[in-house]
């Protein structure tokens, strides 16, 4: 069964203390790997697409990469306007149908 | 803004009635997905069309619907609602049909039954 996993459940860092947050996933037919950041009450917003496994990706303090089995979000040096969720999806082909399977999230508060 | 509109922004309505949600794609992408989002569940996939036409399903239920239009805004329709389908509802949009592009979100309907 597709699944994607994603943990901590929940990060809280102070302010400069850069960390990572993990995507593990079992699919097949992987096609790509995409992150997200939501803001509480609002939807998803876009950050990264990785399609193949040592691909890296990046965007001001965050730092997503891709093995073959999970993904990294690498956050260096945050600052507390990066608290959100940060959502992975993986998409795969499944018959001719395209989906996002997404995982829980990893809620992360950086305080000043 | 992603420029994926959705209306309306809440909806408080009661058991077993029915209502409709509203979603604009962005200018110039063909595809518009539903996805469902609650507290216990995360993000469901529910249903994606392509330029009017049903693509894929997901886990969507027997009474909910959608249809996209030919000015591709799409429209999900919730009937016989119980307290368990109060969530949030967002749409998204893409270029094409297939998802190795980004999909755009709006920013959801927040329905509650009550």
């Known amino acids: 069964e597709d699944q994607v996993t994603q943990s901590p459940e929940a990060l809280r860092l102070q302010e400069g203390e850069s960390s990572s947050l993990n995507c593990s996933y079992t699919?097949?037919?992987?096609?790509?790997l995409f992150w997200y950041r939501q803001d509480p009450g609002k939807g998803p917003e876009f950050l990264f697409t990785l399609y193949s496994a040592g691909e890296e990706k990046e965007k001001e303090r965050l730092k997503a990469t891709l093995t073959k089995k999970e993904s990294f979000l690498h956050i260096t040096a945050p600052k507390p306007e990066d608290s959100a969720t940060y959502l992975c999806?993986?998409?795969?082909?499944?018959?001719?149908?395209?989906?996002?399977?997404f995982g829980s999230g990893t809620r992360l508060l950086v305080r000043p | 803004d992603s420029g994926v509109t959705q209306t309306p922004k809440h909806l408080i309505t009661a058991t077993g009635q029915r209502v409709t949600l509203r979603c604009s794609p962005r200018?110039?992408?063909?595809?518009v997905y539903w996805y469902q989002q609650s507290l216990d569940q995360g993000l469901q996939f529910l249903i994606q069309y392509y330029n009017g036409e049903e693509r894929a399903k997901g886990n969507i239920l027997e009474r909910f619907s959608a249809q996209q239009f030919p000015d591709l805004h799409s429209e999900l329709n919730l009937s016989s609602l119980e307290l368990g389908d109060s969530a949030l509802y967002f749409c998204?949009?893409?270029?094409?049909?297939?998802?190795?592009?980004?999909?755009?979100f709006g920013q959801g309907t927040r329905l509650t039954v009550v």
């Open positions: 200018s110039g992408d063909l595809s």
């Open positions: 999806a993986v998409h795969r082909i499944e018959d001719s149908s395209y989906k996002l399977i």
């Open positions: 699919v097949s037919g992987l096609r790509g």
């Open positions: 998204a949009s893409s270029v094409e049909g297939q998802l190795n592009t980004e999909a755009f």
